[in-house]
């Protein structure tokens, strides 16, 4: 029983969520006292010698300009050509926007055994894997034993510790076999604004500051980007802000939005409903800032301030920047 890790195709710097995978991946391989191979796609010098610090033994690498992350399929089939040649049991991805469509496909193709959004190391029962994920918007945790021959496990991200395990990678020039195009091409890409203008997607921020109905209207959201700036950090919203259209839409957060785990998340003027906290509560550090004492996420947060925003953020802000002055 070998370990597969896929690494998604990116223009620049690998991702965290993908170098967190490839950990897991070293750490179950270590459980399972066998060895990590990752197939990558248009994999650069510093992907392979980041992913090679945290475990990773051998790199197939598909060189090929025209699979993106669009192609679900093509990876797919990359995915399944790597596991058949190197006749692995086992396979790692993250549970990210790539991981979530690539990882079924293979599943329902290899006929094998899938628990997606996996929070802790498997536990090995001698053929079976037990995994654990979190359920019901986070409410809950269960254990599913994977007992079938492949078995896949997608991560979810910020829920493992990075571990150093540097290792010389071979590095291999991947072909399959098998026809990889999908017959889609991509004919227009666009970058959000703000991550075009040097900010953080949200989905890989460690740092979020997010807005609700608290902040009375979109000429108020300087505040908001204000104390992200000076943090370093991603701005998110609440569903009616993203609704009434005060802030894009990809900047929702929740159950019908973004889920995200940042390791601090600062939520300003947003009560707190259900379905929001669906998408934040497995952040590290949750600071809540609201007028009202008797909001409910105050009963979620690590750290509450009562007060009003338009007063308490600002300070805040310039707090933090006075410093990191100093």
């Not at 170098?19 to 990590?36: D, F, G, P, R």
């Not at 192609?71 to 549970?95: C, M, Q, R």
């Not at 079976?128 to 918007?137: A, C, D, G, T």
Request: proline share 5%.
């Amino acid at each position: 029983m070998s370990v597969l890790v896929y690494i998604e195709p990116i223009k620049d710097k690998i991702k965290k969520a993908a170098i967190e995978s490839v950990s897991y991946a070293s750490q179950v391989a270590q459980l399972l006292n066998t060895s990590v191979t990752a197939i990558a796609f248009n994999a650069s010098e510093e992907t392979i010698k980041e992913i090679s610090n945290v475990g990773a033994e051998k790199v197939l690498n598909i060189s090929d300009s025209a699979i993106t992350t669009i192609n679900i399929k093509s990876l797919a089939k990359g995915v399944i050509a790597a596991a058949k040649e190197e006749n692995v049991n086992v396979i790692i991805f993250s549970f990210d926007g790539s991981g979530q469509s690539v990882a079924p496909y293979v599943a329902s193709n290899l006929k094998a055994g899938l628990v997606a959004g996996a929070t802790e190391l498997p536990k090995v029962e001698g053929n079976k894997l037990e995994v654990r994920k979190n359920v019901f918007s986070g409410k809950a945790s269960a254990i599913y034993s994977i007992e079938s021959a492949f078995k896949i496990i997608s991560v979810m991200p910020n829920s493992i510790e990075i571990a150093s395990n540097p290792k010389s990678a071979e590095v291999v020039a991947f072909a399959p076999s098998t026809d990889l195009k999908d017959g889609v091409q991509l004919k227009n890409f666009k970058v959000n604004d703000d991550v075009a203008h040097g900010g953080v997607p949200l989905p890989d921020a460690e740092l979020v500051v997010s807005g609700g109905r608290g902040l009375k209207g979109p000429e108020n959201w300087g505040i908001v980007e204000d104390l992200a700036h000076a943090l370093g950090a991603a701005t998110a919203c609440s569903r009616p802000v993203a609704d009434a259209d005060w802030r894009p839409h990809h900047e929702h957060v929740g159950q019908t939005g973004l889920a995200i785990r940042p390791n601090l998340y600062i939520a300003i003027g947003i009560s707190g409903a259900i379905q929001h906290l669906a998408g934040v509560n497995g952040s590290k550090t949750i600071v809540v800032i609201n007028n009202d004492p008797e909001a409910p996420f105050f009963k979620n947060a690590d750290y509450g301030i009562v007060g009003d925003a338009f007063s308490v953020v600002p300070k805040l802000t310039e707090a933090i920047k006075k410093i990191k002055a100093n």
